[in-house]
């Protein structure tokens, strides 16, 4: 039994703004990051010298041959905080896997520790020109070399193996994910900003598109993109007086394997157990069960994290999500469907790191999903990453 | 077209053993000196005693194990390698989840089952360097 959460409820989103989702921009991501901060401290009805605090998590996810570089392609916390001329009380970097959850937490921890009163915590992810996870190495040493050179490298073969062992294991066919993706797709077609903003995808055009390392084709990954998203953070009190409804933490949590893998081998087994674990905590500490979330925004970065995170949540029993999925149970136009990817994803919107997952958390608990506002919308959960090594963070309109 | 030549590793202090062992055609994993268990890739501690002066030394296995799980690779994002490929996700039958990736040779994805029996094999890629692969064993 985790202990409960002390915080819950005590720390709410205020603001937002999201910049657009491109495949190149033609500004820097420094630039970008920058525009869309001042955007959101003001949306949070703030000004540039009250934030005290800055978050984020950083990672360049990147396996090829591009140097990662501050302001260019990924923007730190400090960055930010120096872009807008503030000394910051609190500056911080989440460093594992599940940026997301991962900085929402450090936001959460420094307001109620009263270590800052008002955070931006943000996400800039970029799109190098040229192949994204294509490497020219010669030679591969420290972990790699235990990899590389029998040809095991980057995370499409990664995801490539523990979705295989799902498959094979549950007897789940490639049918079945095609009604991920044209979920997905569905609904970032109808989001303005998303880079597949009226571009929906068919079951005949997935199933039909090349496949990279099978069982992984083509649109079972999110599509690399420009972009940067900022939320604001402050506490319960202060945010009463801004002006828009807050939405409120009600707990967290993440999760970090202890068994020792190779590089980036993430055996289905490893996902699941300790998935379990993650989902265990963040109801313990919450004292919120799956049954009470009316929107479980899962990550979706790549198509079988949403099985994963399905089954981790017991949203639907294990070895089970393929035929939940199938039989239009993530259908969110359908009254008794639930609405995991009602914001698009990453699969709908590009990649965005969880940030749709939270942005629609946000905009449907605030009231401020325009004519895509959801009726039940009081209590929502955002997932990023693995539930191994990711994490979930739950919100509340209510306190 | 030319397939480029195949990326080596760099041996460090801690591998070096293994790839000498590996050019001779012979599969090593390491052994804490601890413990006895094995590890694979043996970082700077023991993740089984947590021994933080595990002395690991390289011992030879069989290099026999079982599928559980694998991915034909259509699109390599290194040089060097022809794709179509197949990697299997292999455990080493010494030790429960002993786990190693590689390529599977000589066999066609239709003939993968989990828990289908592999066993090591080596392929030469560079004059002293050889990196294991997997190839069937016979089921009878």
Request: proline fraction near 7%.
């Amino acid at each position: 039994m985790s202990a409960s959460f002390s915080a819950k409820n005590q720390v709410a989103i205020v603001g937002y703004a999201q910049s657009p989702i491109v495949k190149h921009d033609t500004r820097s991501l420094g630039v970008v990051t920058l525009e869309t901060a001042r955007s959101a401290i003001h949306d949070a009805g703030l000004e540039v010298d009250m934030v005290d605090g800055f978050v984020t998590g950083s990672l360049f996810p990147s396996a090829g041959s591009h140097s990662a570089e501050d302001g260019v392609s990924l923007v730190s916390a400090n960055w930010l905080a120096q872009g807008l001329g503030i000394n910051p009380r609190y500056a911080a970097g989440f460093q594992g896997f599940g940026q997301i959850p991962g900085a929402v937490a450090l936001a959460v921890n420094a307001i109620a520790s009263g270590a800052a009163n008002y955070v931006v915590m943000h996400r800039a992810l970029h799109n190098p020109k040229g192949s994204y996870h294509g490497n020219v190495m010669r030679e591969a040493g420290g972990g790699q070399q235990w990899t590389a050179p029998q040809g095991y490298f980057g995370p499409i073969s990664m995801i490539a193996l523990p979705y295989n062992e799902y498959l094979q294991r549950y007897g789940a066919s490639r049918e079945a994910m095609a009604t991920v993706l044209v979920e997905a797709r569905k609904n970032g077609a109808r989001i303005p900003w998303s880079y597949w903003h009226d571009q929906p995808l068919t079951r005949e055009e997935y199933l039909s598109a090349p496949m990279i390392s099978d069982p992984i084709c083509r649109y079972d990954c999110d599509i690399p993109v420009d972009g940067a998203a900022v939320f604001l953070f402050t506490s319960a009190d202060r945010a009463r007086d801004l002006p828009h409804p807050p939405v409120y933490v009600s707990g967290y949590a993440t999760g970090s394997p202890t068994t020792h893998r190779l590089p980036l081998h993430w055996p289905l087994d490893d996902i699941m157990g300790v998935g379990a674990e993650t989902a265990r905590r963040l109801w313990s500490s919450s004292g919120i069960g799956p049954n009470d979330i009316d929107l479980p925004q899962l990550y979706d970065g790549f198509s079988p994290f949403v099985y994963f995170w399905l089954e981790a949540l017991g949203l639907c029993p294990v070895g089970e999500a393929h035929r939940f999925v199938e039989g239009g149970g993530i259908d969110s136009d359908r009254p008794d469907g639930l609405p995991v990817l009602s914001g698009g994803g990453a699969l709908g919107n590009g990649r965005m790191h969880g940030i749709p997952q939270m942005l629609e958390c946000y905009l449907q608990l605030s009231r401020r999903a325009g004519d895509r506002q959801r009726e039940q919308a009081s209590i929502g959960l955002a997932c990023h990453s693995s539930p191994h090594f990711g994490g979930a963070v739950i919100y509340s309109a209510d306190r | 077209m030319t397939v480029a030549a195949r990326l080596t590793p760099i041996p460090d202090e801690r591998s070096a053993p293994y790839w000498n062992a590996a050019s001779e055609h012979i599969l090593t994993v390491a052994q804490c000196s601890v413990c006895s268990a094995l590890t694979h890739p043996p970082g700077t501690v023991c993740p089984h005693c947590g021994s933080t002066d595990p002395g690991f030394t390289f011992v030879p296995v069989s290099g026999r194990g079982v599928v559980k799980s694998w991915t034909l690779v259509r699109q390599s994002f290194l040089p060097g390698f022809e794709v179509p490929f197949l990697l299997v996700d292999v455990e080493i039958v010494e030790q429960s989840d002993l786990r190693l990736i590689g390529r599977l040779l000589y066999a066609a994805e239709e003939t993968l089952h989990i828990g289908r029996a592999v066993r090591v094999v080596f392929e030469d890629i560079a004059p002293g360097f050889a990196v294991p692969a997997f190839a069937l064993e016979d089921e009878s």
